[in-house]
């Protein structure tokens, strides 16, 4: 997909990439500004020109942050929809220049669902994937920044991290078979479905209206069983993703109270790391996101590929 375009996905990148070290930098300044200019105003004070200096450090690094999620955003969006149109035409392409030999293999429905939810859902990992990229490069720069910070800090995040990434890999591999169970599933509705309607007049002239709707809510019927299932496990990682930040969270302030007590570390530093971890718990999420619905978009990429590679007729591609 990112070789399809490029360009508009490497806009993407620079937006997730630029987010990141702008979010290191928020909590820099927020440190600094800790140390430099919150606490000494409660004992000898500071002069005014500091503290604007401070507030217009604050708001310069949200203006940018800001930009950059303005661009990351609307070249991610650019990248999946020119994807999507991309694949919508090479599709249906093959599906005008296939034999008739292809059509009798694959139901018509199944087709539809090629051409329609599994591109769809083959592209929604095109959105969140700058944004997740700029979530590692997020933590690879959080590392350095906590280790600067405190060394006990670094270690906190050294324990969170590989766990965030342990469970995000495990629940992909769990999860990995009933979504391609519940992709299968759409193609057997969407095919029951077209076939009651293209054949309503042989349906309605036989009698076999309560036979094909007890066939389609059976289909249906199955299709929920296995979302469900998927579902249930989405349920129980999600929350956990959610989870570990937290506790990464309640860990740093318990480590960073006995720092600064030892007079090893500074409020600052403090206020600094914790920042950190407060802004990693949204991110994390969307990177669960993202693979939450991995299984999903590989089973349709596959199915769409399937289709893609059935042979063309050569007269079909003459007439064209």
Partial sequence: FV??????????????????????????????????????????????????????????????????????????????????????????????????????????????ANADVDITTGTQLLMPLPFSIGVI????????SLFTADVWFAVVALVLFPALAFLSRYYTNKVNGPAAVVQARLGEVSSIAHESFDGALAVKTLGREDAEDARFQAAA????????????????????????????????????????????????????????????AFPMRIVGFMFESMPRSVVSVRRVDALLAEPTDPAAQGRS
């Avoid at 969006?77 to 020119?82: G, H, K, L, W, Y």
């Avoid at 490069?137 to 350095?144: E, K």
């Fill in 221 to 280: 019927s199955q299709l929920r069983t296995d979302r469900l299932v998927v579902a249930r496990m989405t349920a129980v990682f999600q929350p956990l993703i959610d989870l570990l930040p937290s506790l990464g969270t309640v860990a740093l302030l318990l480590v960073g109270a006995w720092r600064i007590d030892t007079g090893e570390a500074t409020p600052g530093e403090l206020v600094q790391s914790v920042a950190l971890f407060g802004f990693l």
């Fill in 3 to 112: 070789r399809m375009h490029p360009g508009p996905f490497a806009m993407s990148l620079l937006g997730g990439v630029a987010w990141a070290l702008l979010v290191v930098g928020a909590t820099y300044v927020l440190g600094r500004i800790t140390d430099d200019v919150i606490e000494p105003a409660f004992s000898e004070g500071v002069e005014a020109s500091t503290v604007w200096w401070a507030v217009g450090a604050l708001i310069l690094v949200a203006v940018l942050r800001g930009l950059s999620v303005v661009v990351r955003r609307w070249y991610g969006s650019v990248t999946e929809t020119r994807m999507q149109a991309s694949l919508r035409r090479r599709v249906g392409e093959r599906l005008l220049t296939m034999p008739m030999s292809s059509y009798r293999k694959h139901p018509t429905g199944q087709l539809l």
């Fill in 137 to 144: 490069a997020l933590v690879a720069v959080s590392l350095v």
